[in-house]
Every structure is written in structure tokens, then in C-alpha cells.
């Protein structure tokens, strides 16, 4: 069974430009939830979505934003990029969003924001 | 609000145990995991136990459970070379809106 897949792996982008990543769950998950990982701040929680909807959400901007197809695989958007906004995102999967359900991680996207 | 405590780092000989501690404040979690990050990587779960166990072996790996403390070790050993990465503590429960709550991470560095 294939793992959870995250494209593209690294990007670097200009401050205020806008940035699509891609997310594709294990098969059979439908909950798809993303992370931003930083060495100050280590793994912030951004928001996690299931069946289409968005279930929860962490503190973040705006300008970040994501939406989930009806095949489960989701994209996460972040638009008018910051300096700060450089880090790994990780895409995690679960069956559903149940507290027993094991979430597994994608090797994440790499952001650098020049 | 919940939070998750970890040491950032942690240096061990090759060849003797690690321990990796975390403790937690939340009470009613049910579910608690050990991710482990290699460089480049993203996370691989590497265990998890039940609430309603104190301990759980996996070759190599033991995890302790100290539920009136709220404290959960990882002990490797016979800690290797590739046993060098970044190990995240992890809770959960069903009353939170199944949110995971990650601790920040141990750097584990081998000294040879």
C-alpha cells in the first residue's frame, strides 16, 4: 500500500507570491490533516479536513487556507508569502478522524521563501 | 490549554539505552504516540499505547506509562547509529475534537 505522498518536495518561492502544495492520503483515508514544521516553533497544528470539510483549524493567518477533493486528496494554499512562512509542511492521514485512529506522515514539502 | 513537554536534546553512547521523556497535561488523553524523524524526513510512528496500559514492548523498544503523573518514556536499546533523529511525543482523545498534540521534539545524538 502506497504512503502518504507530498508534491512537490522542495519549492522556493518570492515574498508575495502564493504557493500550492498537494497532499494524497493512504488509500482508504479520508482524513487529511497539515502541519507547519519549524525549528523554533516545531510542529504546528493548521487544519485538518474530512469528507470535503474542513473539521478543524489551527492559529494560523488568512492566508492560509486548503480544501479536500471528493477522492480525498487535499491542497493546502498559502497566499502574499512571508519570510516566516519558510518551513517543512507535513501532510498527515488517518481512516477518519476518530482519537484511535493512527495518523501516518508524507516526507512533507520544503517552503523557502527568499 | 494541552500541552506536551519534551527535553530538546539528549546525547547517549552507542551500544547503552536511551530514554526520552514527555509528559502531558491533559488529563483524559486516551491515546499516546512516539514519532521518530530522520533528516529530511517526515515523521514515522514508531509505537503507540492505550491509555489502560502502563507498559508496551517492541523489540527494542519499551514505552512506560505513568498515568497519575502524566509522564510516558520511550527507552531504546542497545542505541545504534541510526537510531540519530528526532523524536516527537504525541497525544489524543476523543474529547478534543480528536486533535493530536505534538510535543517539540528530542534531538537524540549518538556518541560513538
New interface residues.
Partial sequence: KAG?T?TPRYLIKTRGQQVTLSCSPISGHRSV?W?QQTPGQ??Q?LF?YFSETQ??KGNFPGRFSGRQFSNSRSEMNVSTLELGDSALY?C?SRVN????N???????TRLSVL | GEDVEQSLFLSVREGDSSVINCTYTDSSSTYLYWYKQEPGAGLQLLTYIFSNMDMKQDQRLTVLLNKKDKHLSLRIADTQTGDSAIYFCAESNGNRDDKIIFGKGTRLHILP
Wanted: hydrophobic share 40%; glycine share 14%; net charge neutral.
Fill in positions: 502518504v507530498q490533516s502541519y516545531g510542529l497544528f485538518e473539521r478543524n507535513l498527515a478522524p476518530d482519537a484511535k493512527i495518523q501516518y506522515f508524507g516526507a512533507g
